[in-house]
């Protein structure tokens, strides 16, 4: 069963700007995870935030948990043509995290 | 270099055939997982394993199996009782409550 929806489902916007997709899921969890996916590749990991944080940063990346809304965001700042790609959200249902489930994922397009 | 491979990169299954699907880590890592990607969509959990000489079913094992006889190695069977095959199989390793490292994949095609 997919427990993270990532919302939304496709986004397309101009090299530069910022771009923010947002994932919801049901259950409690230890921690939830963001990955990226280009096209015919497997995963990579970006960040890991554990349920009692609510902010982190990696570089261009900035994630924020809501636990109490049992949402997630990831903002990439100053997009380039290269972060072209999927992005999956993916929590681990507070078993922790042997068994991650992942959303749909957002399908991100950077135009130069 | 550190890392998860998998093989073969594309591989192609007649009517009623079983392929095997390779994973090798040398992360050290204890755990192990398979997931199926199809077109546009996440990915789904068909076997992982903790430890050497265990797994447990994901979410959709059926027509699938797997065994973990080397912590190295986690090889994935796609049996004929798999109906719908054709997708892109993903595999991952993992310190236990950690990220998730995962191999290029291998796309199956049934002909």
């Known amino acids: 069963s997919q427990q993270g929806e990532e919302d939304p489902q496709a986004l397309s916007i101009q090299e530069g700007e910022n771009a923010t997709m947002n994932c919801s899921y049901k259950?409690?969890?230890?921690?939830l995870q963001w990955y990226r996916q280009n096209s015919g590749r497997g995963l990579v990991h970006l960040i890991l935030?554990?349920?009692?944080?609510r902010e982190k940063h990696s570089g261009r990346l900035r994630v924020t948990l809501d636990t109490s809304k049992k949402s997630s965001s990831l903002l990439i700042t100053a997009s380039r043509a290269a972060d072209t790609a999927s992005y999956f959200c993916?929590?681990?249902?507070?078993?922790?995290?042997?068994?991650?489930?992942f959303g749909q994922g957002t399908r991100l397009t950077i135009n130069p | 270099d550190g890392g998860i491979t998998q093989s073969p990169k594309y591989l192609f299954r007649k009517e009623g055939q079983n392929v095997t699907l390779s994973c090798e880590q040398n992360?050290?890592?204890?755990?192990m997982y398979w997931y199926r990607q199809d077109p546009g969509q996440g990915l789904r959990l068909i076997y992982y394993s903790q430890i050497v000489n265990d797994f447990q079913k994901g979410d959709i094992a059926e027509g699938y199996s797997v065994s973990r006889e080397k912590k190295e190695s986690f090889p994935l069977t796609v049996t004929s009782a798999q109906k719908n095959p054709t997708a892109f199989y993903l595999c991952?390793?993992?310190?236990?409550?950690?990220?998730?490292?995962f191999g290029p994949g291998t796309r199956l095609t049934v002909l």
């Open positions: 935030i554990r349920s009692n944080e």
């Open positions: 259950t409690s969890i230890n921690n």
């Open positions: 991952a390793s993992s310190i236990p409550g950690e990220e998730q490292f």
């Open positions: 993916a929590t681990d249902g507070g078993q922790g995290a042997q068994k991650l489930v």
């Open positions: 992360l050290n890592h204890d755990a």
